[in-house]
T-cell receptor, first 114, second 113 residues
Framework: QKEVEQDPGPLSVPEGAIVSLNCTYS??????FMWYRQYSRKGPELLMYTYSSGNKEDGRFTAQVDKSSKYISLFIRDSQPSDSATYLC??????????????FGQGTILTVHP | ETGVTQTPRHLVMGMTNKKSLKCEQHLGHNAMYWYKQSAKKPLELMFV???????ENNSVPSRFSPECPNSSHLFLHLHTLQPEDSALYLC????????????FGPGTRLTVL
């Protein structure tokens, strides 16, 4: 079983739709949760960063963490064609040998069509 | 220059060549990382440096040799690579190690013939 599971998609939605992206994980030591966006031929760009459980909102983006279910989500409201990219979830533990080690999901390819 | 920069952006090399990838971060961070990104696979952490000291070597073959001369620069020296080493190599940096968000460079697209 992979430590982090993410549906690779591809996911195609019309402009203006609400997009829901998800990851599940198995390691209960994960405390920090991140979402990255990666455009074609570019490096990943940090979108959202959360610690432990709860919600965080930034503009059209909302990140949710449910540690009891080992499940994280990223919601994109009013999606735009410019949101078309690969979205990567990543997570890490709080200490010990997990220092500096991010574990990534495979990435979900999202296309928002006009 | 801002953020994390990487050179070259593209590299084609034969299996007997020796080449180096360069990464520079302009963020004042203390930790730097090398990742490998292959098609349809999650990013794989290769090396972690904190304050120029290697803290993680994730079972990477010896044909990949990292070097961190100072906290702003990171190199990945390549020799006698295999075609399966063709991938996007990404450098990242973070303020520290503990739970810190990592900021990535644009990557070097490596093709091994």
């Amino acid at each position: 079983q992979k430590e982090v599971e993410q549906d690779p998609g591809p996911l195609s939605v019309p402009e203006g739709a609400i997009v829901s992206l998800n990851c599940t994980y198995s390691n209960s030591a994960f405390q920090y949760f991140m979402w990255y966006r990666q455009y074609s031929r570019k490096g990943p760009e940090l979108l959202m960063y959360t610690y432990s459980s709860g919600n965080k909102e930034d503009g059209r983006f909302t990140a949710q963490v449910d540690k009891s279910s080992k499940y994280i989500s990223l919601f994109i409201r009013d999606s735009q064609p410019s949101d078309s990219a690969t979205y990567l979830c990543a997570m890490s533990g709080a200490g010990g040998t997990s220092y500096g080690k991010l574990t990534f999901g495979q990435g979900t390819i999202l296309t928002v069509h006009p | 220059e801002t953020g994390v920069t990487q050179t070259p952006r593209h590299l084609v090399m034969g299996m007997t060549n020796k080449k180096s990838l360069k990464c520079e971060q302009h963020l004042g961070h203390n930790a730097m990382y090398w990742y490998k990104q292959s098609a349809k696979k999650p990013l794989e952490l290769m090396f972690v440096y904190s304050l120029e000291e290697r803290v993680e070597n994730n079972s990477v073959p010896s044909r990949f040799s990292p070097e961190c001369p100072n906290s702003s620069h990171l190199f990945l020296h390549l020799h006698t690579l295999q075609p399966e080493d063709s991938a996007l190599y990404l450098c990242a940096s973070s303020p520290g190690l503990a739970g810190a968000e990592q900021f990535f460079g644009p990557g070097t697209r490596l093709t091994v013939l």
